[in-house]
Each structure stands twice: as structure tokens, then as C-alpha cells.
């Protein structure tokens, strides 16, 4: 059974930076695309940032050019470094890994989430 696995979130000032990482466990084959979203109460999920297997990525608006996404295939992990957190990044940062099966069919996988908290 796949597994997503998250680590990394917690509590920092304005301004500062935090790195979340996520590993996937259960499984022999290589994810197409990983990456993050995020939810706050009351809203829906939405996309931070998502990497292919050819290294490209895509971002949110309100994250681009402050955080980074990267993707290793090998391992099957994929981290977010993020860097001038404001309270607005505040939410549950959850991994999403999606795959296509033997049949051609996209399959997703989700973490448990992880809290990030931007406050001073």
C-alpha cells in the first residue's frame, strides 16, 4: 500500500524559512508528479507547487519566486523549501503524488498533511 509521508512543518516568524519533505513508501514504481497543496478552514485545497519527472515545476501565483519544489525520482520524494513565509501561508500542507497505472488511468495519492504556522 503507497504511503505519503510528511515532515517538516511547525511554527516560524514572518520572514523566515521552512523546508517540508515528503517520502513515499509501498511502492516499486516512479511517480509522474509530486507536489503540494494547502488548506485552510473553510477553503478548499488548493495547489502550492508541482514538479514532473522531467525536473519542470509550477507554482501558485502568491508562492512563485519565494518557494521551490524539487522532485527526486529516484527516491521517490519531493521537498518545499519555503523562504519569506508570511502569515498568509499559514494552512495544512499536504503531499500529492499522482501515477498512471497499467490500464493508462491517473491515480493519486495523499500525505496526512502537516501544519506550517507563519505568526509572530
Known amino acids: 500500500q503507497v504511503q505519503l509521508v510528511e515532515s517538516g512543518g511547525g511554527l516560524v516568524q514572518p520572514g523566515e524559512s521552512l523546508r517540508l519533505s515528503c517520502a513515499a513508501s509501498?511502492?516499486?514504481?516512479?511517480?509522474?508528479?509530486m507536489g503540494w497543496y494547502r488548506q485552510t478552514p473553510g477553503n478548499q485545497r488548493e495547489q502550492v507547487a508541482i514538479?514532473?519527472?522531467?525536473?519542470?515545476?509550477n507554482y501558485a501565483d502568491s508562492v512563485a519566486g519565494r518557494f521551490t519544489v524539487s522532485k527526486d525520482n529516484a527516491k521517490n520524494t519531493v521537498s518545499l523549501q519555503m523562504n519569506t513565509l508570511r502569515p498568509e501561508d499559514t494552512a495544512v500542507y499536504y503531499c500529492?503524488?499522482?501515477?498512471?497505472?497499467?490500464?493508462?488511468?491517473?491515480?493519486?495519492?495523499w500525505g496526512q498533511g502537516t501544519q506550517v504556522t507563519v505568526s509572530s
Open positions: 500529492k503524488a499522482d501515477a498512471l497505472d497499467a490500464m493508462g488511468r491517473w491515480i493519486d495519492y
Open positions: 509501498g511502492t516499486n514504481f516512479s511517480f509522474n508528479y
Open positions: 514538479a514532473d519527472s522531467n525536473g519542470r515545476a
